[in-house]
């Protein structure tokens, strides 16, 4: 059975940084591709970034590229979320999730296994 277990959430001030983390269980994860995913209040579940099985291709959405980077480290099964210049806009539950290949979607139906989420706050 897959575990997906984030960390690293918090309570921040506009502009400032946080990194996620998201450890998994389970064999294979170097197989995977796997994503974030964030949800506000009242709103439904969004694309945040995905990376590639082996970390050699990432995408992001439109309102983090070029301040979220993803990142992934298979040897200790952890993908990485780094979120710089954080805004108001960003608050959310963050969640991470595997795909159902080693490729990298924004789409929520091309991810199978999900994280309980860690919650993200940005104070302006």
């Known amino acids: 059975q897959v575990q997906l277990v984030e960390s690293g959430g918090g309570l921040v001030q506009a502009g400032g940084s946080l990194r996620l983390s998201c450890a998994a269980s389970?064999?294979?994860?170097?197989?995977?591709?796997m994503g974030w995913f964030r949800q506000a209040p009242g709103k439904v579940r969004e694309f945040v970034a995905s990376?590639?099985?082996?970390?050699?291709?990432?995408t992001y959405a439109d309102s983090v590229k070029d301040r979220f980077t993803i990142s992934r480290d298979n040897a200790k099964n952890t993908v990485y979320l780094q979120m710089n210049s954080l805004k108001p806009e960003d608050t959310a539950v963050y969640y991470c999730?595997?795909?159902?290949?080693?490729?990298?979607?924004?789409?929520?139906?091309?991810?199978?296994?999900w994280g309980q989420g860690t919650q993200v706050t940005v104070s302006s």
């Open positions: 999730a595997r795909g159902r290949s080693g490729n990298s979607w924004p789409e929520l139906k091309q991810y199978d296994y």
């Open positions: 389970g064999r294979s994860f170097s197989s995977y591709g």
């Open positions: 990376i590639t099985w082996s970390g050699g291709s990432t």
